[in-house]
Structures are given as C-alpha cells and as structure tokens.
Nanobody
Framework: QLQLVESGGGLVQPGGSLRLSCAAS????????ISWFRQAPGKEREGFSC??????YYADSLEGRFTISADNAKNTVYLQMNNLKPEDTAVYYC???????????????????WGKGTLVTVSS
C-alpha cells in the first residue's frame, strides 16, 4: 500500500523554525518527485517546493527560508522552515508524482499520491 505521512507541524512563534517530515511507504523515493503543498484557510492549495533524484524547486515567494531534502535510506523527505511568518500558517501536504522532475512549480493534478497533511500555525 502506497502511503505518505506528514509530521512535524505545530504552533511556532514568528521567526521560529519547524522541520516537517514526509515518510513514504510502499514505494521508493528514487522513482518519484516529492512535492510540498500548503493550503491556508480560504485559499487554494499551492505547490511551493519539490525534490526529485536530480532536481529541486522552490517558489520565489519563500525568499530562501525553506529547504527541502531527502533521506533515501529512511525513505523520507524533509522540509526545513526557518524565519516563519504568520502568512505561512496553513495545512502542509506532501505529494508524490511518478517519474517527474522539479523544473516547475508542482501542480495539484500532477500528483499521484497525497498525504493527509500537517497543520502549521505561526502566531505569537
């Protein structure tokens, strides 16, 4: 059974950091691109970062605050988020797309599998 499970969300003050994890089971990361999306209340789900075997992508709006990485031995992708802002508050989802690269922003309909999300709240 192919599954993605996010963890690491929570409440953090502005300027703080969090590291999200996306653990994959039932498939290996080598053949997939893993993307991160987020959905703020009342807004559409947006893809903002992606990692594949040879490429990574970040949305310009992140201003270099987030870093995506993969540990193939643990079959897990991480998202290190620094200098968090209240506007980063959202449910964060990871998603997998088979055989993809990360040249462009990930799109909702381009994903094959989704996790259930983890909530990140940035507030003082």
């Amino acid at each position: 059974q192919l599954q993605l499970v996010e963890s690491g969300g929570g409440l953090v003050q502005p300027g703080g950091s969090l590291r999200l994890s996306c653990a994959a089971s039932g498939f290996t990361l080598d053949a997939y691109a893993i993307s991160w999306f987020r959905q703020a209340p009342g807004k559409e789900r947006e893809g903002f970062s992606c990692i594949s075997k040879s490429t990574t992508y970040y949305a310009d709006s992140l201003e270099g605050r987030f870093t995506i990485s993969a540990d193939n031995a643990k079959n897990t992708v991480y998202l290190q988020m620094n200098n968090l802002k209240p506007e980063d508050t959202a449910v964060y989802y990871c998603a997998a797309s088979y055989g993809s690269n990360c040249y462009y922003a990930p799109t909702y309909y381009g994903m094959d599998y989704w996790g259930k999300g983890t909530l990140v709240t940035v507030s003082s």
